[in-house]
T-cell receptor, first 114, second 117 residues
Framework: EAGVTQSPTHLIKTRGQQATLRCSPI?????VYWYQQALGLGLQFLLW???????NRGNFPPRFSGRQFPNYSSELNVNALELEDSALYLC?????????????FGSGTRLTVV | GESVGLHLPTLSVQEGDNSIINCAYS??????FIWYKQESGKGPQFIID?????DKRQGQRVTVLLNKTVKHLSLQIAATQPGDSAVYFC????????????????FGQGTILTVHP
C-alpha cells in the first residue's frame, strides 16, 4: 500500500509570491490534515479536509488556504509569502480504525521563503 | 488555553539504557493520546497510542503511561538503541469536542532523544 505522498519535497519562493503544495492520501482515506512545522518547533495544525470539505482550520491567516479534490488529494496554497512561512509542511492521511485513530504522515514539503 | 507540552527538550542516553520521555497536557477533556517519532527529513511516525480509559499500554519495547490526575503522559523505551535517536512528540485529541478543537491533533514541542553507542 502506498503511503502519503507530498510534492514537491523542496520549494524555494521569494517573499510575496504564492506557493502550492500537494498531498495524496493513502488510497481509501477521505480525510487530509495539514500541519506546519517551523524549525525546532512542534507541529501546528493548519487545515482539515474531509470528503471534499474544510472541517476545521487552525489559527493561521486567510492567506493559508486549500482544497480537497474528488479523489481526496489535497492542495495547500500560501499567498503573499512571508519569511516566517519557511517551514516543513506536513500532510496526514486519516482513517478511523478499531482501537484507535490512524494518522499517517507524509515526509513533508520543505518551503523556504527568501 | 489548551496546550500539550514536554518537560525536557533533550535527552541523551547510552545504548541499552531505558529512556523516559515526558509530556504534560492541560485539558482534562483530552481523551486520546499518541506518541510519534520523527527522524530527520521524515514525517512523524506512529509509535503507540492510549485512550483516557486506560493508564498503561505496552508495545514492542515501548510503554505509554497516562496519569489523568496530574495530566501527565510518558513514553518509556526499553533497551534504547541508536536507531531510536529522533525527536519524539506527544499529541492529544479530543473526540467530538466540537468547535475549534474538533477533529485535530494537538502536538507538544518535542523531545530530542540522542542515543550514544
Amino acid at each position: 500500500e502506498a503511503g502519503v505522498t507530498q510534492s514537491p519535497t523542496h520549494l524555494i519562493k521569494t517573499r510575496g509570491q504564492q506557493a502550492t503544495l500537494r498531498c495524496s492520501p493513502i488510497s481509501g482515506h477521505t480525510s487530509v490534515y495539514w500541519y506546519q512545522q517551523a524549525l525546532g518547533l512542534g507541529l501546528q495544525f493548519l487545515l482539515w479536509y474531509d470528503e471534499g470539505e474544510e472541517r476545521n482550520r487552525g489559527n493561521f491567516p486567510p492567506r493559508f488556504s486549500g482544497r480537497q479534490f474528488p479523489n481526496y488529494s489535497s492542495e495547500l496554497n500560501v499567498n503573499a509569502l512571508e519569511l516566517e512561512d519557511s517551514a516543513l509542511y506536513l500532510c496526514a492521511s486519516y482513517y478511523q480504525r478499531t482501537g484507535g485513530d490512524g494518522y499517517t504522515f507524509g515526509s513533508g514539503t520543505r518551503l523556504t521563503v527568501v | 488555553g489548551e496546550s500539550v507540552g514536554l518537560h525536557l527538550p533533550t535527552l541523551s542516553v547510552q545504548e541499552g539504557d531505558n529512556s523516559i520521555i515526558n509530556c504534560a497536557y492541560s485539558n482534562s477533556a483530552s481523551d486520546y493520546f499518541i506518541w510519534y517519532k520523527q527522524e530527520s527529513g521524515k514525517g512523524p511516525q506512529f509509535i503507540i497510542d492510549i485512550r483516557s480509559n486506560m493508564d498503561k499500554r505496552q508495545g514492542q519495547r515501548v510503554t505509554v503511561l497516562l496519569n489523568k490526575t496530574v495530566k501527565h503522559l510518558s513514553l518509556q523505551i526499553a533497551a534504547t538503541q541508536p536507531g531510536d535517536s529522533a525527536v519524539y512528540f506527544c499529541a492529544e485529541k479530543r473526540a467530538n469536542a466540537g468547535g475549534t478543537s474538533y477533529g485535530k491533533l494537538t502536538f507538544g514541542q518535542g523531545t530530542i532523544l540522542t542515543v550514544h553507542p
